[in-house]
């Protein structure tokens, strides 16, 4: 059963929340993007406003870097802080491996590259993203360079994807990433088996950046639900 939209907000809210407890003076942080993500930031700038020393935060998209700024949390950027403490953000999917579905905002290459650039990856998601296999919500998005849509597409129609190029919400215009990409949203009938073979055959793909897949990245989840808070690691 899907659960009401505000018990859905109230369970975001939570994870993100208790995960901004985690944040420790003199903290380098990475911000996640998302709904979840904005949660943390929220409650991360309150934390800040109330005495909170952080060296400073480096944000996942334009989107969270603006909402940072206006929360109050210090940005930085990985040109001056290149390795950073911790990095929490949200999910599309996570699987009892930890292994994790991310992009569905379309930030996904920014993600990947704040998430490794951070000792610690904390994920926090409401309890609706726990799936046993990967892709079965949702699709698996893959960052496309635009001049390479359509053999980029062939390829990954010949890995059994089903492909849409994403397009933004209410208009016939494609999304456009931060970094000028567009997104191939990749579908698996019956989910993906394979998370790690799946993905290294999408990485080979030149014009390929890169996918959503985060698999063996994030070390511990801050799923909010019916029971309240549960920490998986
Ligand atoms: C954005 C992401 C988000 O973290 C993911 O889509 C989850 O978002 P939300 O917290 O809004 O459900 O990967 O690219």
């Excluded at 480096?58 to 909402?67: A, D, R």
């Excluded at 998005?141 to 994807?161: C, D, K, Q």
């Excluded at 029971?227 to 998986?232: A, C, R």
Aim: contains cysteine; negative net charge.
């Amino acid at each position: 059963m899907i659960p009401h939209e505000n018990l859905l907000e109230s369970w975001k809210k939570a994870a993100g929340t208790r995960a901004a407890e985690l944040v420790e003076d003199g903290m380098l942080v990475g911000l996640g993007t998302g709904t979840t993500a904005h949660y943390f930031i929220t409650a991360l700038g309150q934390r800040i406003q109330e005495g909170l020393q952080i060296k400073g935060a480096v944000s996942s998209s334009l989107g969270s870097q603006e909402l940072a700024k206006k929360v109050g949390i210090p940005v930085t950027t990985l040109d001056f802080n290149p390795t950073l403490d911790l990095y929490i953000d949200g999910a599309d999917e996570i699987d009892p491996f930890l292994r994790l579905v991310k992009g569905g905002g379309g930030a996904l290459l920014r993600e990947k590259i704040v998430a490794t650039a951070a000792r610690r990856f904390v994920v926090i998601a409401d309890e609706t993203k726990l799936v046993q296999r990967l892709g079965t919500h949702c699709p698996i998005p893959a960052e496309v360079v635009p001049f390479a849509i359509t053999p980029v597409r062939r390829r990954l129609e010949a890995l059994g994807a089903l492909v849409k190029l994403r397009q933004k919400p209410a208009s016939d215009a494609p999304f456009i990433t931060d970094n000028g990409n567009v997104i191939l949203d990749c579908t698996f009938p019956d989910g993906v088996a394979d998370p790690e073979a799946i993905d290294t055959a999408m990485q080979r793909i030149v014009g390929l950046v890169d996918t959503g897949f985060f698999l063996k990245m994030a070390e511990e989840a801050i799923i909010a639900g019916k029971d309240g808070i549960k920490v998986l690691r």
